[in-house]
């Protein structure tokens, strides 16, 4: 296309696009046609030259930029399981009939189901089976694989009444999956699934896991795992009135290096993250660090990319650390870790502050605050330091921003290492995703 610009670097409005030349045609009604040149169309035309620098960028930026962000999120990066969900009464009972056949049962034998879901395969594809019994004008799915967003997939009734309804989820082997039921209007968690969990992110939910799903051994509590006391840390901000930060800081006779983790008391209680690191330690897969766990008093406001955030760990939180621990104080040896909100907070509060901090790592990252402004300020970066990412995300979220800001911190330069995980957006899969980021960051 650049290629039939004129002089003056600009196309027209329509382009000529074949080697030969129409024949006999009419001069005063027909301009002559060249291959590459304007049909006698407006020649030069400014918006399509302003289309062809739309085409240019949207190809470097490697997705349309028009594309509106709510259009996307509900229709691409939340639906990708549930658009082949079966939820028709015909498609599910021929699926059940597959599923009961390849457990030497009779078809009908989901009628009687006391467990949900159910877990088989159908059509070459494993698929859990949500099963709701009970007099009901309807029942929706929502959870992880539609993004938490009801109208998806409608359960359907099977058998010879409508007491029973069923719908047919195709999943990944590995993969594990928190979900509710509305159940005309009300969200409630499973009947039928006695296996519920308040994953700090949203309330109570149902889940389950495929058959080949495997949770983290090293965050696993058994007997022998003993809290370690996490010891308060004062810190005389001018920024924030009384911060909630708390250390655990490993025996050691020689200074440590020191991870700062967003949403401190969650990576502490639910992800058993000094935990992970002993553990990781005694594996010799790790060497020990410091973690200094940073609560926030406004959520939405702190970890918004703020530079007062910012400025707050780096200029207060990490010198006061820096005096009462046996640290290595260096850039090279200090990582700032968080999920979420507190993922895209750890990525800038890196980029804003690259003496302080030269290991990054964000969990399932919130790359769309500000349209992305964090992702903009990577692709301003000089790729002079030398920066080590971590990031993960689950593919029930919807991964393809995470990619994007992968391979730009890979162009740049940076050292990045990228896991995708089969979960959704929540604690447990950042919690089997930890270890991960430890190695990856801290040896």
Request: aromatic share 10%; glycine share 8%; proline share 6%.
């Amino acid at each position: 296309m650049r290629a039939f610009a004129n002089e003056g670097l600009m196309i027209p409005e329509q382009v000529w696009d074949r080697q030969e030349t129409p024949k006999g045609a009419d001069r005063q009604f027909v301009p002559e046609l060249r291959f590459g040149e304007g049909t006698g169309s407006a020649t030069p035309l400014a918006w399509s030259m302003a289309q062809f620098i739309r085409l240019a960028v949207n190809l470097k930026e490697g997705r349309n930029l028009d594309t509106p962000r709510v259009v996307y999120e509900r229709y691409a990066a939340r639906q990708t399981i549930s658009a082949t969900a079966l939820s028709d009464t015909a498609s599910v009972n021929a699926c059940l009939a597959e599923i009961t056949a390849a457990k030497g049962q009779r078809p009908d034998a989901i009628v009687g189901a006391s467990r949900s879901p159910l877990i088989g395969r159908c059509d070459g594809r494993d698929v859990a089976v949500f099963i709701h019994r009970g007099r009901t004008a309807s029942v929706e799915l929502a959870g992880d694989f539609t993004g938490w967003h009801p109208g998806n997939i409608r359960l359907a009734a099977v058998g010879a009444t409508e007491d029973v309804k069923a719908a047919i989820v195709p999943f990944a082997a590995s993969a594990r999956i928190e979900y509710k039921l509305i159940v005309d209007g009300n969200w409630i968690t499973d009947p039928l699934n006695p296996n519920k969990i308040d994953n700090g992110v949203g309330s109570e939910n149902s889940y389950f896991a495929m058959p080949g799903y495997e949770p983290s051994p090293w965050a696993a509590n058994d007997s022998r795992s003993r809290p370690e006391r996490c010891e308060p840390l004062e810190v005389d901000s001018k920024i924030y009135t009384k911060p909630k930060i708390c250390v655990m800081a490993p025996r050691s006779r020689t200074p440590l290096p020191v991870l700062y983790l967003q949403d401190g008391s969650e990576y502490r209680d639910r992800a058993n993250a000094f935990l992970v690191m002993q553990r990781l330690v005694a594996a010799k897969r790790i060497k020990p660090f410091i973690m200094v766990f940073l609560d926030p008093k406004d959520r939405m406001k702190e970890y918004w990319a703020s530079n007062d955030y910012a400025k707050f760990v780096a200029e207060e939180v990490v010198p006061a650390v820096d005096l009462k621990y046996r640290t290595i104080r260096s850039p090279d040896s200090r990582a700032i870790m968080g999920a979420s909100l507190g993922g895209i907070t750890s990525v800038y509060v890196g980029l804003k502050y690259p003496k302080v901090f030269r290991r990054v790592g964000g969990q399932s990252v919130s790359w769309w605050v500000d349209d992305e402004r964090v992702v903009k300020l990577i692709g301003q970066t000089d790729g002079k330091t030398p920066y080590r990412f971590y990031i993960d995300d689950g593919a029930l979220e919807g991964v393809e921003d995470s990619r994007r800001s992968v391979e730009l911190l890979r162009r740049r330069g940076y050292a990045v290492k990228y896991l995708e995980g089969e979960a959704g957006h929540n604690w447990t899969a950042w919690r089997d995703r930890l270890a991960d980021g430890f190695v990856a960051l801290m040896n």
